[in-house]
């Protein structure tokens, strides 16, 4: 049988990702003493705003072993798609892990339909590559949108190091903000944008950002979290007075081992995998273009499944 050279790479990537994750990873269902399956138990769940919520699910091995950075992938339930969600929190000692999500296609609305009590089929994780902190003096973290759910643990771990950390998120308008007492409670320096001007100040955070640079903040790295189009607007801001910057990208993605090629991404020319090279890359070096075609190629496609998800609860409420 002939294997193409791009599916062995592939393979030995995946089995670098197995023999890293040391048996780390959680996948499957559980068994109760009965024999009958015992997934994995959503202990809260709460809303951060209409469209975004977070829950805190019981996976004590996930929990013991996550980093800011990785990502879990899950399924609902045994007919479900595979969804990658980054990690949102962790409390090793309760053996919690904590998501936060948006609702935006058929999964993410199914998940949102379970409730406190309730159990998802699989968790698997933590996967990718944490992001890097270490021997980081001063940072700006500059989140968007539900990305600002990514970029907390991250700003948390740094305050944890002694790291001077400086943060800057932005919103569409004032009823989307989440997360704002937990970054003020990590960070030295505090930015809230609103589009609208609806809550703290009007505009972009790309506006703040160059100020802060402009009066002299000396940055050891940026690290920015949200929408493509917002991180690659950032990057053209630290560009110029060369300021290394650290985006996260969450392509599309299936198996998250490196296998299927779906996460892929063109960083410095060469073709790498979120899942296993990433999430995490140099801001300087992602073709952000590209990454925004690609990301754009589905939409319709996932619209269309929310939508049948809406209708088929409807109908059982009915």
Known sequence: MCFSIKFLQGYARALKVFEKQDCLHEQGARHSQKGKE?????????????????????????????????????RVDENGERIPLTVAGY??????????????GATTEKLNHLNEGDYIHDFVGPLGVPTHTDGLKKVCVVGGGVGCAIALPVAE??????????????????????????????????????DDGSYGQKGVVTAPLEEMIKAGEDYDLVITIGPLIMMKFVVKTTKPYNIPTTVSMNPIMIDGTGMCGGCRLTVDGQT????????????????????????????PFERHAHEETCNLFKKEVE
């Open 38 to 74: 015992k997934m994995y138990k959503i202990v809260k769940k709460k809303s951060l705003n209409p469209t975004v919520t977070l829950m805190e699910i019981d996976a004590p091995l996930i929990a013991k072993k996550a980093e800011p950075g990785q990502f879990i992938i899950l």
């Open 157 to 194: 771990k740094l305050h944890e190091i002694g790291c001077e950390v400086h943060s800057i998120v932005g919103f569409r308008n004032k009823d989307l903000v989440i997360l704002e007492d937990e970054f003020k409670a990590c960070s030295d320096k505090f930015v809230l944008m609103t």
């Open 91 to 104: 409390d090793r000692e309760a053996g919690t892990v904590r998501i936060i999500f948006q609702i935006v």
């Open 272 to 299: 790498k995998f979120a899942c296993v090279d990433g999430p995490d890359f140099d801001g300087f070096k992602v073709d952000f273009d590209e990454a925004m075609k690609r990301g754009a190629m589905y939409k």
